[in-house]
């Protein structure tokens, strides 16, 4: 999906809404848990659900490698039941990956290729390895790298802060020195919800690259702050949530307990846009 | 495996060889291309040649990735023939993986759970999102996290060598922050062949633990001077070639001629050790 199409996409349904399908069988609801095919039924219906208040899914891989091979299946599954509806989602493999330049094409062949089993739109990628572990991602046509800026977690603090060179903290020299490696049309950043402050920073070092923001939700970021300090003319924010969307009920009714949840939030957006 | 059983192993064999299972289809002999399971075929046959140079192997995940699904079965073959084997070898699973906590611990779980489809030894992780991203790989006994600490690849130049609070490099308050996170006997780091000249310094913060050093071969690396700089009195070096063991030939002779690369390489570390 190029940019254009994204944007489009937010204004049709006044959402920046990723619903994220990180499934953990444990919190499934019972009826589906041994169920055949249960972990890919339990996506379909949450996409069927919140599809009108989203514009793109992100599934977390470590959730489906966690199944083994099977959970493989059920993701495969999953993007083939996106491509094929009439209703287009931005689809996210939030794998974190990242290696030497002739492994990083391998990986962008596993998750980007249009003839692979998977052909996500975008793939979230840690910076630490460089330019020609991030480059081999460009290079699909409508294809998106998201490099890690500045994550959720607790632990961003261990590294992403740092003073580098001078005065700038790494995350900023991240953002600074990956501007070289591809373009608003083909590169995002992940920047955590719960740093939203940074957002100013962030903006101030890539003022036209969407973000992929997740963090909104069970860890505790802010959607009126990320908003305020990140939305562009042509939006450019993705706000991610998973457990308080997928999760909001664990019983019978959690499908319409999602797209309960995805409503609120995309009126919540609509208002802003 | 624990830290002892592998250096008990290393002077059985008198070798720290690390043979990497980096399979890209387009490489293999012909004969095994199209050859059902040819994938794992292949690997054995390596295997089969090496295991008495060679104390452990690294499956690069990307390479299976790229495959699809069906490479991920070929990898699994693969992993279970290992265990099979009365000859034991430490396995790597090159997959530079990282997240937030609940997030690594899936990915722990998908590749170091005994009870788990894989049943690897070790990982490799990326950095970037810290201790929290990187704590749960430490919890399986007698398993290991790889930590990335310095990369062979070009991009390395990019953030690792960045001057970060004070006088350090990244990548030496990567290996100083990272040693309370976990001990030698369940935290290595990969440092590159390619910088070996590096490796006082990294043996000046990390004088215990195992060090994982790609590189060598087709990458330029060289195993004298990794050997001169990093070598400790518990030998502390895994050193991976891949390249220039599995491609030596794509004939029918590729076995033979790995098995004589990878002598070769032993050879050189049975008379350092």
Redesign the interface.
Known sequence: MTRQQLINLIHTRRSFLCVGL?V?KNKMPAHLREAQDGVFLFNKSIIDATIDYAVAYKS?L??Y??M??EG??QL?KTMDYLHSLDKPAFTIA?A??????N??Q??A???LDPQ??FNFDALTI?????????QPFTVYDGKWVIL?AL??????????F????GQKK?FE??LE?SQQWGTPDNMMYVVGATKADMLTQVRAIAPHNFLLVPGVGAQGGSLEEVCRYGLTNDCGLLVNSSRGIIYASNGEDFAERAAEEAHKLQQQMSATL
């Open positions: 990180d953990d977390n470590a959730f490698e966690a083994g091979i493989l299946l495969k939030d974190k990956r990242g290696d030497i330049g492994t990083s391998q990986y062949k596993a998750f692979g089993e840690a910076p630490y390895m460089g330019a020609d572990s991030v890690l994550t959720s977690n607790k632990g961003a603090f261990d590294f992403q740092l003073p580098v060179a790494l020299q991240v020195t």
